[in-house]
């Protein structure tokens, strides 16, 4: 390839354009050696110091490539390596920004909170391991690393949610989520093995090719088409694939669960992106093939699943849990209000601008649920009465969070939730954009049932709380930080959300 | 060049500083940060009557200051900008000048009564002017949303400020959701105005009001989603309307408003006079050459105004607490402005806002020293003869009250006529739909006549009712002060727009508000709006003949109003007419002069009317809002039941979902054949 | 029809021996029952309690580290096929060799963290189990 | 030669019974080896399409899938172990602390 990544001190070679992903994987792996040299250590400072320094410095690297335009039209486009297997350009590398942050906040709350755990290397490395994966998912561009990298993301978070192994909710949580996981990987594998009966090729730009002689194979493409959808709607959570999500977060440890719901997330769109643009593109297809309408009835029925049944819930955590599956019903706007020759890029960017925008909020949200696990507080809406007093400055973040998951207008939320629907109705779907807003205006409900409980009921007599924990609050208060700084710093995210999306068209 | 203009940010900034002050040192500060938020108010102020001076000499501003997002081709790009213009300018110093008035009454209200937590009260009083002043210079319809929903967040925690209590914190739930769910709609519609125009600037060549009118000329074409330019505009128009009627209390979005009197008194005072309130019909008179443009619109606004005007009327007829009465009253007047909008008469709907700001922030702050007085209780029926006790109170007060009952020469007077003055001309001109708004305007002066005497007799005169009234509580000069300087502005605000004096007498040049908002920036003037509604004005006899009979027949319901409250409460033991069937006896008995007719009126037609108006607000206005909530809610807990915890039967439904799904789409895409 | 033929007699034929040969040995040999023969054979010790014993932990977890790296040597294979001709056409030794050696490699990290952490040890040693409840306890 | 069709309707039948079996049985293992025939539906269409098409990518994948459906045993084995000391069973219908 041409396209030489274009730095200041001369070209390096295109194969370190992976180096996020490398270097998420090489610091795993050092976890793995460190616990091998000294399998007894506890050194919690060190493990979860490492994994984030690796985290941020994989953040960095993404970060890095992004400003210079490495992958981007404006250096010579994406740079394909390992036989077009994968594929770096803007898209993936903006996606890298937002697990690599996740995965870091993540990393430093968990520093508190499995102090107390045996097996803290492990815990670490796994969560890197599924970095490493879900980077490689938004570079994937071959069904095949498609899969592996999906099952790469998949098996470390299975394990992680399990980690509380004497925990029977983490267990069930657990059990669940690998098994639907599981069902949803064998679903996905036989639609790829369709799609390529249909077409004959892995290869994303080859599947496109020879959509046209797919005659008499329509049925078959179409069936793998919709295969393929199940395997990321599982990994988005987006309904009927969603069974998973309410348990898994609420059973997974706290972090975890952030980590779920934020950055695999996340992966599951950037890689459902990639696959049905590249390789399934509007006006290539044969009739009857129409993803698209899939899309859209997946994604009001899940916003509305998700909205509904958290309005109605009584523990926090899982309120957040369905709220999650709701969210990504909008973000499925992304893919549902495309049009061949519409504004695609800007419907597929304000949708990558709200994974980013959320990604700051609902990891902090969780964050916090995990700073109240570690104070021992109960999981009710109840038990958080009164926490406004003990601990005002998580509860001013969690208070942000609260508002901008809502889209209230102060906040992160809000621009990323109206920039999505703008653009869906610019799109002519505006309909879309009116089930997101009835379901926006439900949503207020449930949020700001966390706030009056932690603000306006009084504490019950024998609510204490322990020590403050130093890692949890740096994270929950950088995630808030972030959660605001992303309203003055919209204008950025949205130009360059907007400008890699339209390399992909 | 440094003008004033440069310093218009300063007056919503200082606000917002006196916010922070509160909010990080209040608690050391004496007064709990009170001090802090008088002097950025005053500055405000002070500011804002430079800038209305600049005005004056016939300058305005328009300038974009800071962009969020530059979009790409195509894309929206989203900015703050401000936009100081005659109707700007003249807000701004209508709500400094409260504000200010506000927080020195709240000295008296908040800190001499010993309240706790007046950093958060002061904080949020801070807050929220300067989110309304933000709103008042907002020049697009972006950033008015944005500081229109932080004006309600801060309602929503003034209103609940006394958040120990159980009536505060529910009344307040209420104020923010009702607002919000107006405020969705109001959501929609400003996308709907970046998607079809691409801007939401509300001036110059490339605002959307300006782009619409050419889209309806023909000379440019917009994104009108496949409907006719005009239905469309209407469409996005009455979304944007959404939030003004929840905002505004407007039908059938007012009831959180009679629930918010849970709030501080000095707070009810701020909301309904100068802030929240004032915003939803600020929006409108804000973006008029937009609505102008749209006979339908403009029919709905005068009807809703019209009926909220009358239905908010006759249910402050039967209010038994001073506080309810004036909240009734408030949504009855903005209905008046409403009116005027819709009626085409946008320099009476402005004169309408700017004198109500006046008088009604007066009569809040004058029940605020009636219930410091009074001990805390509002109830209408302990209090009597107050009127020996604090004149001070009383006076300013009456000033208040004659210029909410619209008699002459008071402020309320001149503008509620030229309200229904401009609706029945244009009505008469060939808008049959105005002159059924105008009818339930006309017949709504009757109501306030009666129920604003009806309060001020039974506060002030008679003989005391309770041991509280015949020894009440003194006030000190932060409450008097501010009574004063509105009391006075109540009665004399009149004179900047009197029409009818000079269509009567022929002197020209006084109409000083037609004069002032013409001073706009192009396609913003009194005279281009006046061009642009689909009204055509036509009289009884001749123009002259026309102001003196509308301004008769208003002026005569009103004191007919006022006189039946005269004769039914200004007695010194009154007794609850309105409320009691067998008072009728009594009534005669005593009051023998009255007729048959009077008590008919009295208890035939005011009571029915009021309590049904009463009961359709609670049973089915309140019914459909909590009606779609549990639905919601019914729902919701319906949805959760999917999730039985088995994971068998989770991937049973994976795998039901999944074959829907194949044979929906098999059967849809012919793969079958 | 034609080229089935061969499968099917293949299939036959695999059939016929085996079942050809227990019929044979059925009526060739002398049948004579007793107690020992018919035991369960368990390498010469005496069967003893029922065949469903809970096994230690350790068994799965072996069997376990020998499904992942056993499926493993599969990804060799492809690799395996293409070595020779990939060579012979002019690819350079690095390209071919170094990413199978990086495979291995963290293979091999992954195999030395479970042997270090006890994976494979079929009986723990008496010290490291003291060493985990005292930490349990502490 | 056999039609590819055929193949299809193999695979399909494999993948539709090892759906069945997920949907009948409760015992967390059983649940994992319809799992892993599932997966084996799709390796069969991989490798048939493969030669069905003359290129490798297929059957190269299919060992790909082969050795990912092993980890993931490996994975759930761990799970269902720690299942059976939680629970007392591998009744994947016991664990049901969590709904609605």
């Not at chain 1, 599981?182 to 009966?197: C, D, E, K, M, T």
């Not at chain 2, 608690?27 to 950025?40: D, E, H, L, S, T």
């Not at chain 2, 807050?127 to 801060?154: K, P, R």
């Not at chain 3, 492809?78 to 990086?102: D, E, F, H, K, N």
């Amino acid at each position: 390839m041409a396209g030489a990544l274009a730095l200041q001190s001369g070209p390096l070679p295109d194969w370190t354009a992976v180096s996020p992903a490398l270097i998420l994987a090489l610091t795993g792996l050092l976890l793995f050696v460190i616990d091998s040299i000294d399998s007894d250590s506890d050194n919690t400072v060190l493990l979860a110091g490492l994994s984030t320094v690796g985290s941020l410095f994989a953040f960095g690297v993404a970060g890095w490539f992004l400003v210079e335009g490495t992958g981007q039209a404006a250096t010579g486009g994406a740079i394909s390596l390992y036989g077009d297997a994968l594929v770096v350009d803007g898209m993936s590398l903006f996606f890298t920004l937002i697990f690599t942050i996740v995965a870091a906040m993540v990393c430093i709350a968990s520093l508190d909170y499995v102090a107390e755990q045996r097996h803290q290397a492990e815990f670490f490395s796994l969560v890197l391991f599924a970095a490493t994966g879900m980077t490689l998912m938004s570079m994937s561009n071959s069904l095949a690393t498609a899969f592996i990298s999906l099952e790469l993301a998949s098996l470390p978070s299975y394990a992680l949610v399990a980690y509380l192994k004497d925990n029977r909710g983490s267990v069930e949580a657990a059990l669940k989520y690998f098994l639907i996981g599981a069902l949803s990987s064998a679903v996905f594998a036989f639609g790829i093995s369709l799609v390529y009966a249909a077409t004959g090729s892995l290869l994303l730009s080859d599947i496109a090719s020879s959509l046209g002689d797919a005659d008499g194979m329509t049925g078959i493409l179409g069936m793998g088409v919709l295969m393929l959808l199940g395997g990321f709607a599982f990994k988005t959570a987006s309904v009927p694939f969603h069974f998973w999500a309410p348990e898994a977060y609420e059973g997974a440890p706290a972090p975890i669960s952030a980590f779920l719901s934020s950055a695999s997330k996340a992966a599951g769109f950037a890689i459902a992106f990639r696959v049905f643009v590249e390789a399934f593109p509007l006006g290539q297809l044969p009739a009857g093939v129409d993803w698209v309408l899939a899309f859209q009835v997946l994604a009001v029925v899940t916003m509305t699943l998700g909205n509904f049944a958290a309005a109605t819930q009584e523990n926090v955590k899982r309120m957040l849990a369905y709220s999650s599956i709701g969210h990504a019903g909008y973000a499925l706007i992304g893919l549902a209000a495309l049009t061949a020759g519409g504004p695609n890029a800007n419907v597929l960017g304000a949708s990558m601008a709200h994974l980013l925008v959320y990604g700051f909020m609902n990891t902090g949200a969780f964050l916090f649920i995990a700073l109240v696990e570690y104070w021992g507080v109960g999981t009710t809406f109840e038990d958080y009465n009164g926490l406004g007093a003990r601990a005002p400055m998580a509860c001013v973040a969690m208070s942000v969070f609260m508002f901008s998951l809502a889209g209230l207008p102060p906040f992160g939320g809000f621009f990323s939730k109206y920039v999505l629907f703008y653009s869906a109705i610019e799109a002519g779907f505006w309909w879309l954009a009116a089930v997101g807003a009835v379901n926006s205006a439900l949503s207020l409900f449930y949020y700001s049932r966390v706030v009056k409980a932690m603000w306006i009921e009084d504490a019950a007599p024998t609510l204490e709380l322990g020590s403050k924990p130093v890692g949890l609050y740096t994270a929950v208060i950088f995630a808030a930080v972030g959660t605001l700084l992303l309203l003055p710093a919209f204008q950025p995210v949205i130009e360059t959300a907007q400008t890699v999306a339209t390399a992909l068209f | 060049m440094a003008g004033i203009f440069d310093f218009v940010p300063a007056i919503v900034l200082l606000p917002f500083v006196s916010f922070l002050v509160a909010l990080a040192v209040g608690n050391r500060m004496p007064k709990g940060g009170a001090f802090a938020g008088i002097v950025a108010t005053a500055g405000s102020f002070l500011l804002s009557l430079a800038t209305f001076f600049t005005v004056s000499q016939g300058q305005t501003y328009n300038q974009t200051i800071y962009t969020w997002a530059q979009g790409l081709d195509g894309a929206v790009t989203l900015e703050f900008g401000l936009l100081i213009d005659p109707l700007s300018a003249l807000m701004l110093v209508i709500v400094t000048l409260i504000a200010l008035l506000v927080h020195i009454f709240s000295l008296g209200y908040m800190n001499d009564e010993g309240e706790t937590g007046l950093p958060r009260y002061y904080a949020g009083l801070g807050l929220f002017t300067a989110s309304m002043l933000g709103f008042v210079v907002a020049d697009n319809l972006l950033m008015a949303f944005m500081f229109f929903e932080l004006v309600g967040l801060c309602s929503y925690l003034l209103i609940g400020f006394w958040f120990r209590e159980p009536g505060p914190p529910s009344a307040a739930k209420k104020a923010f959701l009702v607002t919000r769910f107006g405020d969705y709609f109001f959501l929609v519609g400003v996308v709907a105005v970046f998607a079809t125009f691409g801007t939401a600037a509300f001036a110059g060549s490339e605002s959307f009001p300006h782009l619409a009118e050419q889209a309806l000329a023909g000379e440019t074409s917009v994104n009108t989603f496949g409907f006719a330019a005009e239905t469309w505009f209407t469409i996005v128009g009455l979304l944007v309307l959404g939030g003004v009627v929840g905002k505004s209390a407007q039908f059938p979005l007012h009831t959180w408003l009679p629930d918010a009197m849970e709030g501080p008194t000095p707070v009810s005072a701020l909301i309904h006079a100068a802030t929240m309130v004032a915003a939803g019909v600020y929006l409108v008179a804000r973006m008029y050459g937009f609505y102008a443009l749209s006979p339908t619109a403009l029919a709905i606004i005068a009807l809703i105004g019209g009926f909220t005007a009358l239905f908010a009327a006759t249910m402050g007829v039967v209010k038994r607490e001073i506080k309810q009465v004036l909240a009734y009253s408030t949504i009855s007047q903005y209905g008046y402005m409403m009116l005027g909008l819709g009626g085409g008469g946008y320099v009476a709907a402005t004169f309408h806002l700017m004198t109500h700001a006046f008088f009604k922030a007066l009569l809040f702050l004058g029940a605020g020293s009636v219930i410091i007085a009074m001990h805390h209780n509002e109830n209408m029926w302990d209090m009597g003869g107050l009127k020996e006790k604090m004149p001070v109170t009383y006076y300013t007060f009456l000033s208040g009250s004659l210029a909410l009952a619209g008699i002459f020469p008071f402020a309320g007077f001149w503008s509620k006529d030229e309200v229904l003055y401009e609706t029945l001309i244009h009505g008469l001109g060939g808008s049959p739909i105005l002159l059924v708004a105008y009818a339930m305007g006309l017949l709504a002066v009757f109501f306030t006549g009666f129920y604003t005497f009806r309060m001020v007799f039974l506060t002030f005169h008679g003989k005391p009712r309770s041991q509280t009234a015949r020894d009440p509580h003194g006030v000190r000069w932060n409450v008097k002060g501010p009574l004063a300087v509105l009391g006075v502005l109540a009665a004399t605000t009149g004179v900047v727009n009197m029409v009818p004096v000079e269509k009567l007498l022929g002197i020209k040049g006084i109409d000083f508000l037609h004069q002032w908002l013409d001073m706009s920036l192009d396609g913003l003037t009194a005279h281009h709006y006046a061009e642009l509604t689909p009204y055509s004005s036509a009289y009884i006899g001749g123009e002259a003949t026309t102001v003196a009979i509308g301004a008769a027949v208003s002026l005569g319901l009103a004191i007919a109003g006022a006189g039946l409250a005269y004769v039914l409460y200004n007695v010194p033991e009154p007794t609850e007419h309105t409320d009691k069937l067998g008072g009728i006896k009594t009534l005669l008995y005593n009051n023998y002069y009255q007729d048959e007719y009077q008590v008919w009126l009295a208890n035939s037609v005011v009571r029915p009317i009021s309590r049904g108006a009463d009961k359709f607000d609670q049973g089915v206005v309140d019914g459909v809002v909590n009606g779609v909530s549990s639905v919601s809610l019914f729902s919701g807990s319906r949805v959760r039941r999917i999730q039985t915890g088995v994971v068998s039967n989770y991937a049973a439904l994976l795998t039901l979902g999944l074959t829907v799904l194949l044979l929906g789409f098999g059967l849809l895409g012919g793969w079958f054949q | 029809m034609s080229e089935w033929i061969a499968i099917g007699a293949l299939a036959l034929v695999a059939v016929g021996i085996p079942l050809g040969m227990m019929a044979a040995s059925a009526i060739l040999r002398p049948s004579v029952p007793e107690q020992g023969k018919s035991a369960t054979y368990e390498s010469g010790e005496i069967p003893t309690g029922s065949a469903r014993v809970q096994f230690n932990i350790q068994y799965y977890m072996v069997a376990l580290l020998f499904v992942v790296f056993d499926i493993e040597t599969v990804l060799i294979f492809p690799w395996t096929v293409i070595y020779r001709s990939a060579l012979s056409q002019g690819a350079s030794l690095a390209t071919v060799l170094l990413p199978m050696l990086v495979f291995i490699g963290v293979l091999v990290v992954g195999l030395v963290w479970a042997w270090r952490n006890g994976a494979v040890e079929w009986v723990k040693s008496p010290l490291a189990k003291r060493r985990k409840t005292e930490r349990q306890d502490a | 030669m056999v039609p590819p069709e055929y193949y299809l309707v193999l695979s399909a039948a494999i993948f539709c019974i090892g759906l069945f079996g997920i949907l009948t049985r409760r015992n967390a293992l059983l649940f994992l080896m319809s799992v892993e025939l599932m997966l084996n539906a799709a390796n069969i269409n991989l490798v048939a399409f493969s030669y069905v098409w003359g290129n490798v990518t297929g059957q190269t994948f299919a060992l790909f899938t082969m050795a990912l459906a092993a980890a993931e045993v490996a994975i759930g084995l761990g799970i269902i172990m720690v299942l059976y000391r939680n629970f007392g069973g591998v009744d994947v219908t016991d664990a049901t602390t969590m709904r609605w």
